[in-house]
């Protein structure tokens, strides 16, 4: 059937692919063909900021891997692979809204998808910013790149010609930028997306301050500055202002995310 291959590249979710591939031989057939590459597809199409923190997070991917650690062997990358580390993204992703979250916010999520969307999708692209110009990789000042990286990679995915010729060519995230960086905020962050970020980037370190502070064994006295500090954000306005404007579809999420 040589209809098969086209169901499965142009399938909306990760669901799909795999539930195709039951259909018939035909489908089976071309979903053994190449799995890795139709459930990339199919996470880029159904959620571009958790495809990019997946690319962004292989083996293969030198490009963040810090400067200070000695080079690594690179693994071969296999769909069980690329799916177990998409299943220990969302798991943290998780654990990090029961965590930094109030039981009032938690409830309001579970009853607002888009909302929810919109707070998860936040989470993937803080995590793959700390990938891309975490600590070790030598790009904290870069202010260009990290830029670019707001506007969806439009300088990094532009001919090298182009590129080399503009005002970012001093910039090495931009130069050795991979397929995928920026590819997550679309053709951009909003102004709405970037203030969710923002938002949940102060709840993670008024949140997390005090339980690495415990986990340390640094002592009360670390953060107890960390309780008198409310959040300036007022959550449900934050999420219902960005709700049905976000592009970005929305993965398949487990029944138990809250």
Known sequence: MVLAPWFLEAA????TPYNLRLVNRAHYSAYQARPLSLIRQAMRRSCPAAWELREMGQPTAPYITSSKLPEQSVALVTPAIYM???THEVYTVTRLIRTVLTFQEQEYLCGHTDALGNVVDALFRIWTFCRVFGSGKGREEDRDGQDDWF???IQAHEPSGLRLSGCYRDSETIALAPESFGRGNNSGLSAQETIIMLALWE????GLRPRVAEYLGLGREHHLVCKSVTQSVNFKLMC???MGQSDCPHWPRPRTLL
């Not at 909306?12 to 669901?15: A, G, I, M, T, Y």
């Not at 709840?203 to 008024?206: M, N």
């Open 12 to 15: 909306p979710d990760l669901e």
């Open 84 to 86: 177990g580390g998409y």
């Open 151 to 153: 506007a969806g990679g």
């Open 203 to 206: 709840t993670l370190q008024l």
């Open 240 to 242: 219902e202002s960005g």
